[in-house]
């Protein structure tokens, strides 16, 4: 037979390390006593990019790259970071899987996490900031 340890002798475990995005913004904002998440703004507003910051790896199968610097709202942004890629299909009762936009989702040295997207239904300049949100610090 076995015995069972009283709880009296078991610690307890040490507070919980945020590990995600949502907990880090709950820690942060828990000291205020509020919760303010920062919220992302639609605009789907034209941006010009700069070609010559446009990787030529991706075109090759098809797709596009991920603009490294491009100017919307007549400021110039550089990208930091590529957080995620998506892309949007054709509708779901096609059998044909047909790539209607490209998504990134960045992270730009003027602060801000925004979403390019390059729909391939636009003709001319194919490039839009779909949503924008300001980040911390």
Request: proline share 8%.
């Amino acid at each position: 037979m076995f015995s069972v340890p009283e709880l009296s002798h078991v610690s307890s475990p040490p507070s919980p390390v945020p590990t995600g995005y949502i907990d880090t913004m709950i820690a942060r904002w828990a000291g205020r006593g509020e919760l303010e998440i920062p919220r992302e703004e639609f605009v789907c507003e034209p941006i010009i990019i700069d070609s010559s910051s446009v990787s030529l790896l991706p075109l090759s199968r098809g797709a596009p790259g991920c603009p490294r610097r491009f100017t919307w709202r007549g400021q110039e942004h550089n990208v930091v970071a590529i957080v995620e890629t998506t892309k949007q299909l054709r509708a779901h009762d096609s059998k044909e899987t047909y790539v209607r936009s490209h998504s990134f989702r960045v992270r730009t040295d003027t602060n801000l996490e925004m979403v390019l997207r390059c729909d391939r239904r636009v003709r001319g300049n194919p490039w839009r900031v779909f949503t924008v949100r300001q980040l911390d610090g």
